[in-house]
């Protein structure tokens, strides 16, 4: 875990994870997994990691908006282009030639992602061999955990935006553009096999030669990391390749791989080998010495011996002590006397380590052994430490004629080797530390990436929303304009109207006459001020009225027919003189002039009644 203040709701919402989904993210690194999943909280818009888990249960479909946010997918074909540069122009073409010629290559994307990873892959490997060789000898294996991720791998199908990685030369070389996407060529996709792996829970994929594992493994906490790699190892060949991402490194202590180029990320995997055998061989190319001066090569030897800089003493096989040279002498104060007496009566034979024992093992296997690290306590207190060789020494024919032992004194570098390995294991720590720190900025960074692509995916969207909203816009603009103009006709054709009604009204006004236009059903249309005069009724009183039911001085039952004959065209004109009432009560006699009302079309429209007093008016008699 790689935050020590643990919040108990927040594991339990990662358990629920695991177990409702199968999805175990225990592994992963704490701050990185917080922060997404608050993204996810602060979306939805929850408060807290127990409220969140209750949301997930009543709504399933979160799973995939969660998922997708933990699970960061941001990819690109050949990102960091000179890692890839440096596996294309070095890493295949050695693991090509470790090869025969009928061997096929095996490849492995770990987290592939939406699949860019796989076909850079692919497009290295088809540049390599040519495209008949790739199609026979090459098989690239790509997984990730994240299904919708794989399924959009599958397809092999990119927007412009996302071949923007891509030399120029190879999307032209390796994609069919198709409905405006970039599509992968599908003799060559043939060789690329998508599939689930969980890097945590399942198995690896064997005999790989070339393995990519980029910006996955930072995610998870060391622990976790030593435990992928365990399984990576297993996976690659001998000598196999494993390609991490530009911020990612062995974090443990690991001998299983070995650093091709560190900077680029770039590691072998190591197969344990056998030092035994190495050693062996070694000694066997070693030729024996048959010089013409042998007699000085004695004398030389004898003097190289004494002066050697470890302490040696040679014991035949009788067990007596045969040579001591001058540092041996010195180491175990020995004298002349000693030389020539048996091992076992000498104090060095079993102070500092017991040597006959170790003698008679060297005898029986005819090998050296070394013991290491022996610890010799100095009568002033101080510790010395020993390295202590024993090795069989046999003449030309293979005949054993006793051991040699020498005695290194390692206190100095054993004092280094422990100031080393201390300061190795800060600087290992310092080193951590940075890694960490520059893991977490890369996850920083990839999580930046992934919310500018969302900002870019809404930014679109907006774009479009605007873009709609503009054309809306437009399309209002000319429908205002056509208004505009229908309502600048109607206003100049309500001026003429107006205009017509002013010089209509101004003869209306001006008649002598009384005048009622009536419509084909008798309702009143005009009635002008003479009628109102007369009659004492407003046009606003009378108006839609019909004629025949006015409560008037006028005896109008006694029109009804005039005016039928009029609407109906079956007379001209009709004049009726009639006893009539005026509104100030006067009697009177009223000529009533009727003619028929006709349109433009002589079509008959209704009547026009004229009216006027004909006699004196006279007071109505009481
Ligand atoms: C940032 S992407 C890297 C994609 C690609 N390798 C690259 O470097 O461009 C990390 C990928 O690791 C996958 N991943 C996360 N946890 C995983 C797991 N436990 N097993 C397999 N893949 C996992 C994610 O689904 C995601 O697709």
């Known amino acids: 875990m790689d935050q020590l203040d643990i919040d108990p709701t927040f594991e339990s919402l990662i358990q629920y994870l695991k177990h409702s989904r199968g999805i175990d993210f225990t592994g992963y690194k704490r701050s990185s997994l917080m922060r997404r999943v608050n993204k996810r909280i602060q979306t939805v818009g929850i408060e807290s990691y127990i409220e969140y888990q209750d949301y997930l249960e009543v709504h399933p479909e979160e799973f995939v908006h969660l998922f997708n946010t933990l699970l960061i997918n941001v990819t690109g074909f050949f990102r960091d282009r000179s890692a890839w540069d440096y596996i294309a122009s070095e890493s295949v073409p050695k693991i090509i030639a470790d090869k025969d010629g009928y ?48 399924n959009q791998a599958r397809l092999g199908a990119y927007c412009s935006k996302e071949v923007t990685g891509l030399p120029e030369e190879y999307l032209k070389k390796y ?51 030593a435990k992928i790699l365990t399984r990576f190892h297993f996976a ?28 680029r ?40 011996f004494d002066a050697g800089i470890s302490a040696q003493v040679v014991v035949d096989t009788n067990g007596t002590v045969v040579l001591a040279n001058e540092r041996a002498r ?62 069989p020494l046999l003449n030309g024919t293979g005949v054993l004629l006793g051991t040699s032992i020498s005695f290194s004194d390692i206190s100095r570098t054993k004092q280094l080797q422990e100031a080393l390995q201390q300061a190795n294991q800060e600087l290992e720590m310092a080193y951590e530390e940075l890694q960490s720190t520059n893991e977490e900025l890369e996850t920083t960074n990839e999580e930046l990436q992934s919310t500018v692509e969302e900002l870019e995916t809404t930014n679109e969207e907006l774009q479009s929303t605007n873009e709609e909203l503009e054309t809306m816009n437009e399309e209002l603009q000319s429908t205002n304009e056509e ?84 609407v109906n065209g079956e007379a001209q004109l009709s004049e009726i003189i009639l006893d009539a009432t005026n509104r100030r009560g006067r009697m009177m006699q009223c000529k009533v002039i009727c003619t028929p009302l006709l349109n433009g079309q002589k079509q008959l429209e209704g009547a026009i009644l004229l009216m006027e007093a004909i006699v004196q008016e006279e007071p109505v008699q009481q």
């Not at 096929?104 to 008949?132: D, H, K, Q, V």
């Not at 104060?333 to 060095?348: S, T």
């Not at 025949?548 to 005039?562: A, E, F, H, M, T």
């Open 483 to 566: 208004l505009q103009t229908i309502n600048d006709e109607l206003r100049h054709r309500s001026d003429e109207l107006n205009q017509v009604n002013g010089f209509l009204e101004s003869i209306l006004t001006s008649l002598r006459s009384a005048v009622v236009v009536l419509n084909r059903d008798l309702l009143i249309q005009i009635w002008n001020d003479k009628a109102e005069d007369l009659w004492g009724l407003r046009f606003n009183e009378v108006q839609g009225e019909h004629f025949l039911n006015l409560d008037i001085g006028l005896p109008v039952g006694q029109l009804r027919q005039p005016i039928r004959d009029c």
């Open 236 to 263: 690659l060949n001998s000598g196999g390749i494993l390609f991490l991402g530009k911020a990612e490194t062995l974090l443990t202590h690991n001998h299983s791989f070995a650093p091709v180029d560190l900077k």
């Open 103 to 150: 061997e096929n290559f095996r490849l492995w994307s770990a987290g592939c992602a939406s699949g860019e990873e796989a076909y850079t892959l692919a497009i290295i490997m088809a540049e390599a061999l040519g495209f008949e060789q790739f199609r026979e000898r090459v098989k690239i294996f790509a997984t990730d955990i994240d299904e919708e991720a794989l």
């Open 175 to 225: 994609f069919d553009l198709i409905d405006n996407r970039y599509v992968f060529r599908k003799d060559l996709r043939r060789s690329i096999i998508f599939g689930r792996n969980n890097l945590v829970q399942d198995a690896p994929i064997s005999r790989i030669d070339l393995l990519t594992c980029r910006n996955a493994l930072m995610y998870f906490n060391a622990e976790t990391q």
């Open 265 to 304: 990320r770039i590691f072998t995997q190591v197969q344990k080998g056998n030092l035994r055998d190495r050693l062996l061989l070694l000694a066997q190319a070693e030729t024996p010495d048959t010089s013409n001066f042998r007699s000085n090569q004695v004398r030389m030897r004898e003097a190289a």
């Open 330 to 391: 010195k180491l175990f104060d020995l004298k002349a006397k000693d030389i020539g007496r048996p091992l076992q009566d000498l104090e060095f034979s079993y102070r500092p380590v017991e040597l006959r024992s170790r003698i008679a093992q060297v005898y029986s296997e005819r090998r050296s052994i070394i013991l290491k690290d022996i610890e010799w306590l100095q009568p002033n207190g101080a510790m010395h430490y020993l390295e202590v060789e024993i090795t």
